[in-house]
Structure formats: structure tokens, C-alpha cells
């Protein structure tokens, strides 16, 4: 009842959001005293915009539950001082005692959050530069590709590691080749999802799209 929750958007949890919305409204959950803090969020993009990712999470889950609106974070895109929004981010992460249950899912190039395939992943929270293959795939969302930021902030892998327990959702086929690599064996920036193999209590539910069997 009093869980911290690390929370996705994009187009995989939308199914898992509508199912929350109705057990909560057929009684069967509380979120009274759940904190939530979403991964990332674009740069540039106010909360009534209606593709940033405020605005996808009040749609999908923030107007059809009873979470306290002191208890929801999702970093700011908008912020004066990006440096000063990363580190209270990750503050507030901490003071809350670490996230119990984070949510994932996954982009067609591996990432986790928006921490991008590089030689160098951040740890903490920080901002970054999209790579071309995620603003191509974000593009479906927005009118044009051009609409689409090409910075965000996100949680880095330092953040979401430190979770208590990982669920990663995976689905669809533009994701066989990184849901493979992600159960290689092998560890690398370049696929940073497969960081997750350095986590104790990870749970991957695929879809056979995915899963491409
Ligand atoms: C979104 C996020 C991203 C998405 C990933 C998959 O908050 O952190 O890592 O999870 O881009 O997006 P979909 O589900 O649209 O394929």
C-alpha cells in the first residue's frame, strides 16, 4: 500500500495503465500512500502539452486513481536549471527510500529510460541527446518527425539499478534483436538494457512479437 514506483510511458504500458485504472475502481487497489517518480520526460515540453509525458501519465493513470499529487514526480522538461532538477531528482528518489518496484520498457535500440546506446552511460539523473533511431521511433506520437524533442531528461542506469525489484515489459517486434542480446549473456553500453543482468530480482514479460519464436 505505501509503495514506491519507478513508471514507464510509451506505447507498451498502455494496456497495463487501463488495467490499473479498473482495479482500482473495482476496489481492488489504493494508491492513498504509493509515490510514483516516472524515468524521463522531453525537454521543452510544459505538462499540457499533450506529448510530454506529464500529460501521458495524467491521461493513463494520474486522473483515474486516487495517487496524492505531492506523491507524484516526473522530471521537469521545463526546468530553469537542469543540473540542480537532476540531482533533486534523484534527492527525492533517496528520501523516499529507493524505489521499491520499477517499471520498464524498452526502445528498439536497447534503451532503458532514454539512456541511449553509448560508450558512456550516466548513473544518475541527467539530460541527454536522442539518438535518430529513437526520434523515428517517437515520431508515430507526434504530427511530424520534425515535432519531436531531440533532448530529454531521463533516470540513469545508477537510478534505475538501485531499484528493489525490476519489471521490464517488452513488446513488439521491433524488439527481437535487443529482447535477444538482453538474455545473452554479455553486458554492453551499446545495448544498455542488458545492464539489467547486473540486477538480482528482474522479471521480463514478452510477447511473442517480441519473442519472435
Ligand atoms: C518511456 C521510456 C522508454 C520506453 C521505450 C519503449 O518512459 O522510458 O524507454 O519504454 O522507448 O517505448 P514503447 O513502449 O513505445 O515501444
Redesign the pocket.
Known sequence: PNAVLGL??????VGMYENIRKMYQEGKMDFENVTTFN??EYLGLTHDHPQS?YYFMNQNLYSGVNLKPENINIPSGTASDFEAECKSYDAKIDAKGGIDLMI????PNG????NEPAEILSGPTHTVDLTRETIE?NARFFDSIDDVPTKAITMGVGSILKAKKILMLV??ASKQKVAKELFSGDVTTNNPSTLLQLHRDVVVLMDEAADGQ
Open positions: 514507464p510511458t510509451g506505447g507498451t504500458p524515468l524521463d509525458y520498464l520498457g524498452i526502445g534503451h532503458i529510460g532514454f521511433a513488446s513488439g
